[in-house]
């Protein structure tokens, strides 16, 4: 018969096996940390006690984020069985990673935050409600998650990072960088710490001491996953923002286009670079080709909107103007299955304007995207990944040789980062 332990946060845990507990707090370690052995060592922890029901869930969570959604859904299902007859604790843990797994996220966030409030140390939880808040665009809720539960993690790097990325995303950007830093302190190689500082040192528009702070930060970050290529996506923002185009690039072809990947993070941070250049007046040309086809590939995987706007965006700046028209068709054919309304109301006619952009109908670029502006946060991701969007309907203005917005935009983006692109732009 199992026997109850305790995890590293201090909370019980049904199992008889001391090895497959010390495990599982390593795969927790990992998943927090943004280590590619996450999956492996949940899967150790599972074999050594299959009756460890948070293993099996944490290799659901896994499993899902690399889009092996049937495997996903084989091992959250072995872990709903496994806690049928376990705590309350354990079982509440296992529902709501499932209904988030189920693409609920409406009741998967009401389970999650149900669940913090009777055990606020269950941080395999508290991260996955952080991210779906992200993919939601619902920053607000993101800050107050961590403000709440902060004080119940002294001393922890990692909820640490969290809070700092929600004080940059609220526009508390010293703030940020203070708390990035304190979590550095603890521990250097927390990933979304070093990824709140860089967000907080480029939205405050220190450009030059993130390009010096970011190489030194990033290198202890061993063992990560996809994610240290969004580090780096990141040291390439900031070579852009001081006006490096070539740096950028540089970057872009070491990191995202020798070894192109169909992993959604690696392909928004590889399309929305080469978007960018674009913007800049930099042609990418035929670096858009193995892009064009990941693209082609992944028309059918609806996806997170974010991602699927990225799939429009390489389709047509690539040139494949009946894939990008396909896709767009696709997309408004499930329109009517969204009942947020997000689909048909946000991401149709993004995807629209954004064609017409890579078209050169700047007008029509303008007409489709500038009434979105207010509802682009729903789409998720970062202030500095939404600003592709916001950035392609300022530069649209332009060559539309629409004076008053165009002057209207500068003025508001310049007021907000004045990167190098948008300070020429006002010369």
Same mark, same amino acid.
């Given at each position: 018969?199992?026997?109850?332990?305790? &995890?590293?946060?201090?909370?019980?845990?049904?199992?008889?096996?001391?090895?497959?507990?010390?495990?599982?707090?390593?795969?927790?370690?990992?998943?927090?940390? !943004?280590?590619?052995?996450?999956?492996?060592?949940?899967?150790?922890?599972?074999?050594?006690?299959?009756?460890?029901?948070?293993?099996?869930?944490?290799?659901?969570?896994?499993?899902?984020?690399?889009?092996?959604?049937?495997?996903?859904?084989?091992?959250?299902?072995?872990?709903?069985?496994?806690?049928?007859?376990?705590?309350?604790?354990?079982?509440?843990?296992?529902?709501?990673?499932?209904?988030?797994?189920?693409?609920?996220?409406?009741?998967?966030?009401?389970?999650?935050?149900?669940?913090?409030?009777?055990?606020?140390?269950?941080?395999?939880?508290?991260?996955?409600?952080?991210?779906?808040?992200?993919?939601?665009?619902?920053?607000?809720?993101?800050?107050?998650?961590?403000?709440?539960?902060?004080? +119940?993690?002294?001393?922890?790097?990692?909820?640490?990072?969290?809070?700092?990325?929600?004080?940059?995303?609220?526009?508390?950007?010293?703030?940020?960088?203070?708390?990035?830093?304190?979590?550095?302190?603890?521990?250097?190689?927390?990933? !979304?710490?070093? +990824?709140?500082?860089?967000?907080?040192?480029?939205?405050?528009?220190?450009?030059?001491? %993130?390009?010096?702070?970011?190489?030194?930060?990033?290198?202890?970050?061993?063992?990560?996953?996809?994610?240290?290529?969004?580090?780096?996506?990141?040291?390439?923002?900031?070579?852009?923002?001081?006006?490096?185009?070539?740096?950028?690039?540089?970057?872009?072809?070491?990191?995202?286009?020798?070894?192109?990947?169909?992993?959604? %993070?690696?392909?928004?941070?590889?399309?929305?670079?080469?978007?960018?250049?674009?913007?800049?007046?930099?042609?990418?040309?035929?670096? !858009?080709?193995?892009?064009?086809?990941?693209?082609?590939?992944?028309?059918?995987?609806?996806?997170?909107?974010?991602?699927?706007?990225?799939?429009?965006?390489?389709?047509?700046?690539?040139?494949?103007?009946?894939?990008?028209?396909?896709?767009?068709?696709?997309?408004?054919?499930?329109?009517?299955?969204?009942?947020?309304?997000?689909?048909?109301?946000?991401?149709?006619?993004?995807?629209?304007?954004?064609?017409?952009?890579?078209?050169?109908?700047?007008?029509?670029?303008?007409?489709?995207?500038?009434?979105?502006?207010?509802?682009?946060?729903?789409?998720? %991701?970062?202030?500095?990944?939404? &600003?592709?969007?916001? &950035?392609?309907?300022?530069?649209?203005?332009?060559?539309?040789?629409?004076?008053?917005?165009?002057?209207?935009?500068?003025?508001?983006?310049?007021?907000?980062?004045?990167?190098?692109?948008?300070?020429?732009?006002?010369?």
């Amino acid at each position: 018969m199992s026997a109850m332990r305790r &995890d590293a946060y201090g909370l019980p845990v049904t199992t008889a096996s001391a090895d497959a507990l010390a495990t599982y707090d390593r795969a927790v370690r990992s998943l927090l940390g !943004w280590e590619a052995d996450a999956l492996a060592l949940f899967r150790a922890a599972a074999a050594a006690d299959p009756g460890l029901a948070l293993a099996h869930a944490g290799a659901a969570i896994c499993l899902f984020l690399e889009e092996r959604f049937v495997e996903a859904k084989q091992a959250i299902e072995a872990a709903r069985a496994a806690a049928a007859t376990l705590s309350a604790r354990e079982r509440s843990h296992v529902e709501a990673i499932a209904l988030w797994i189920s693409a609920r996220p409406d009741d998967a966030v009401a389970a999650m935050r149900a669940h913090l409030a009777t055990y606020p140390r269950d941080v395999m939880v508290f991260q996955r409600l952080y991210y779906v808040y992200f993919w939601l665009g619902r920053f607000p809720q993101m800050l107050e998650l961590t403000e709440s539960l902060l004080p +119940h993690y002294p001393g922890d790097s990692f909820v640490l990072g969290t809070h700092a990325f929600a004080l940059e995303e609220a526009d508390r950007c010293a703030e940020a960088i203070r708390t990035a830093d304190a979590a550095l302190a603890l521990n250097p190689r927390d990933a !979304w710490a070093v +990824h709140a500082l860089a967000h907080a040192l480029y939205e405050s528009a220190d450009f030059d001491t %993130g390009v010096t702070r970011l190489p030194p930060a990033i290198h202890p970050c061993r063992g990560l996953n996809w994610f240290r290529n969004h580090l780096l996506w990141h040291l390439a923002l900031l070579h852009f923002a001081r006006g490096e185009y070539a740096r950028a690039a540089t970057i872009s072809r070491t990191v995202f286009e020798r070894a192109p990947s169909s992993i959604p %993070g690696d392909l928004h941070d590889s399309i929305s670079l080469l978007w960018r250049m674009e913007l800049a007046g930099q042609p990418m040309g035929a670096r !858009w080709t193995p892009f064009v086809a990941i693209g082609r590939e992944r028309m059918n995987r609806m996806g997170l909107p974010f991602h699927v706007a990225h799939v429009t965006m390489a389709l047509s700046a690539g040139g494949d103007v009946p894939g990008a028209e396909k896709h767009l068709a696709m997309v408004r054919e499930r329109a009517p299955k969204d009942p947020s309304g997000l689909v048909g109301d946000v991401l149709v006619p993004l995807l629209d304007g954004l064609q017409a952009f890579a078209a050169g109908d700047y007008a029509r670029t303008v007409a489709r995207l500038e009434p979105l502006r207010p509802r682009i946060v729903e789409l998720g %991701g970062s202030r500095a990944q939404r &600003d592709v969007f916001h &950035d392609t309907l300022f530069e649209a203005a332009f060559r539309a040789g629409d004076a008053e917005r165009a002057g209207r935009f500068l003025a508001e983006r310049l007021a907000r980062r004045p990167d190098h692109f948008w300070r020429t732009r006002a010369a």
